[in-house]
């Protein structure tokens, strides 16, 4: 079955205790990035990647690193957490290495707690 | 950087009824995406959209390039449409720019 499969779903953390996200994706895809969701906010996006190796800045990437070195793993990485990235996390993936030129699969989202 | 308005940002309606969600952005863009949430968290796409329209069994989504609007048409809605419906839009290569939403529920 084609799908994009987050881990964990739920994570209650503490300030300061480094987690990390992963991300994986069966369709060979070339696009995955990351979102938070936010009340009031919507969707924002933190990270993505257009290819092995290539990852660039979404619009809100601070205290967030990623890192693609295998096509289908795109793991999120909070160094440092603080309470104000207790968010909900998607990842999604695309077959198009463009940015939203192709349909968008996403995971079951990641709901984080930092407390 | 497009700004993408969604409207409304609530409706309620009875079931049966066509629903309406519109969506408009700011700068010129080469495609659009619906996407539905139910509640429990998990986003399905629904359309991609560069021009035209599209229709999947009750949902018909359509664009205006010209006048950088889409509408997002359910007909004979149900309770299981009952979601947010979200607008995203892709300008340049620097990713997708999502609208906050709108929460649909239609009521038996």
């Known amino acids: 079955e084609a799908q994009v499969t987050q881990n964990p779903r739920y994570l209650i953390t503490v300030t300061g205790k480094k987690l990390t996200v992963t991300c994986s994706q069966n369709?060979?895809?070339?696009?995955m990035s990351w979102y938070r969701q936010d009340p009031g906010l919507g969707l924002r996006q933190i990270y993505y990647?257009?290819?092995?190796?290539?990852?660039d800045k979404g619009d809100v990437p601070e205290g967030y690193k990623v890192s693609r070195k295998e096509k289908r793993n795109f793991p999120l990485i909070l160094e440092s957490p603080s309470p104000n990235q207790t968010s909900l996390y998607f990842c999604?993936?695309?077959?198009?290495?463009?940015?939203?030129?192709?349909?968008?699969?996403f995971g079951e989202g990641s709901r984080l707690t930092v407390l | 950087k497009n700004e993408v308005e969604q409207s409304p940002q609530n409706l309620t309606a009875q079931e049966g009824e066509f629903i309406t969600i519109n969506c408009s952005y700011s700068?010129?863009?080469?495609?659009l995406h619906w996407l539905q949430q139910h509640p429990g968290g998990g986003i399905v796409s629904l359309f991609m959209?560069?021009?035209g329209k599209k229709k999947h069994g009750r949902l018909i989504a359509t664009i205006n390039i010209q006048e950088k609007h889409s509408s997002l048409h359910i007909t004979a809605s149900h309770p299981r449409d009952s979601a947010v419906y979200i607008c995203?839009?892709?300008?340049?290569?620097?990713?997708?720019?999502f609208g906050k939403g709108t929460h649909l529920i239609i009521q038996p």
């Open positions: 999604a993936s695309s077959l198009s290495r463009l940015a939203g030129a192709g349909e968008l699969f």
């Open positions: 369709m060979n895809h070339e696009y």
């Open positions: 990647s257009m290819n092995v190796e290539v990852t």
């Open positions: 700068v010129g863009i080469s495609a």
């Open positions: 959209l560069s021009s």
């Open positions: 995203a839009v892709r300008g340049g290569a620097d990713g997708l720019t």
